[in-house]
């Protein structure tokens, strides 16, 4: 493929330009070259930079659900006051969101890698693990959406009252965490959308 | 001779697969429409002993649990209930056109992976809520209610685990679609 390329440029131009070019060519997988198809190659970078996005938004996620934590003086009798810390782990659904934004990110990182440096055969397994992880991600947004929604309203007939008149800034960091993963998850659901509609469209090609 | 042999086998599997196909969708209008039903008629009105004074016996209140009093409940029942109306609506679309166009699949597809991520955040909200209905949470003194409200609790763990195996359902037919994508390639 490099060959094809350098047979393009005219052999009487600079050296230097004429060397140049072959190293930039050749970072990319030779399955678009072979192709032959300008969308597969564009098809390719948006599957990257999703993956990127998904990476990033997730890394993010992590970032603000773990330095959520705040301290208060609750008033617990009259004169007296003690120190309170909110965190995200008194919770099982943050920690469960946790661990779903690690999974994306790391998800994300190895398969961003494998797109890039890799043949383009495993298209068909993301498609699958894309849309287990994109099951994951929903549930853990649904999850964490769920009771930090009860945290910032509150709900009188149970009698659970609202805490985020209290923790400001910790009900701030988690619910833009959840907004992020919830972020990462339409990522996630855009990239199965590419990748069946790059696969079908490789099947009406034949 | 070879791809003639080739060509029908492809068209058997192709058939056998919109066989499951078909089934996997039916199974999913009636998952949905179970769960959505088993929360939607939850209610359960028990009568508790709370003490006004202490030297006094407690005064009988009757207390109510309903569905519409949570909001991940409604979330919950309202996802269920679109996806519902969606797998009855595809399988009316797939069953009326027999050879579906592309366009038709593609949609399909799209909608079946929309409908995998609503029902997933759906038993995600209802499953961390009902967790805390269970066990309660001490750091912010949320009391658990379900040591009263038993028979509420069950039917929304029934409702859950229903709602969980029609998203399975949604998620092996976006799995079959890409097996197939993946023989024609």
């Known amino acids: 493929m490099a060959s094809n390329v350098d047979s393009a440029i005219p052999p009487h131009t600079h050296a230097a330009a004429s060397m140049e070019v072959p190293l930039k060519t050749s970072a990319p997988p030779p399955e678009y070259a072979t192709r032959g198809a300008g969308g597969s190659k564009k098809h390719a970078v948006v599957d990257v930079f999703f993956r990127v996005v998904l990476f990033a938004t997730s890394v993010a996620g992590i970032i603000l659900l773990v330095t959520s934590k705040q301290t208060k003086l609750i008033p617990v009798a009259p004169g007296i006051a003690v120190s309170r810390a909110a965190k995200f782990n008194n919770s099982p659904a943050h920690i469960y969101l946790l661990a779903a934004l690690c999974t994306a990110a790391l998800y994300g990182i190895i398969t961003g890698l494998i797109s890039v440096f890799a043949s383009s055969k495993l298209k068909f397994h993301f498609v699958i693990l894309d849309s287990l992880l994109l099951g994951i991600m929903a549930s853990a947004t649904g999850a964490a959406g769920g009771v930090s929604y009860i945290g910032l309203k509150g709900n009188s007939h149970s009698r659970w009252n609202k805490i985020c008149n209290l923790y400001d800034s910790y009900c701030l960091h988690v619910g833009a965490s959840v907004l992020l993963s919830l972020i990462a998850a339409t990522t996630l659901l855009l990239l199965v959308w590419i990748n069946v509609h790059a696969l079908s469209k490789k099947i009406a090609r034949r | ?185």
């Open chain 2, 1 to 185: 001779m070879e791809t003639e042999y080739k060509d029908v086998e492809v068209v058997n599997r192709k058939s056998s697969f919109k066989g499951k196909k078909l089934i996997l969708r039916f199974l999913a209008l009636t998952l949905t429409l179970i769960a959505a039903v088993v929360l939607g008629v939850d209610k359960e009105t028990k009568t508790v002993g709370l003490t006004l004074v202490t030297t006094l016996p407690p005064v009988p209140v009757p207390v109510t649990a309903k569905w519409k009093y949570l909001s991940a409940f409604v979330y919950f029942v309202v996802a269920n209930a679109i996806s519902c109306v969606y797998a009855a609506m595809s399988l009316i679309l797939i069953l009326t056109s027999r050879n579906a166009s592309k366009l038709v699949s593609m949609t399909i597809f799209i909608l079946d992976l929309a409908m995998v991520a609503l029902l997933f955040s759906a038993i995600g909200a209802t499953g961390s809520v009902g967790l805390i209905g269970y066990q309660g949470n001490s750091h912010v003194q949320w009391d658990k209610v379900c040591n009263v409200f038993d028979k509420f609790c069950h039917q929304v763990a029934i409702a859950a685990f229903m709602s969980f195996a029609g998203s399975i359902t949604f998620l092996l037919l976006i799995v079959f679609t890409a097996l197939s994508l993946h023989k024609k390639s």
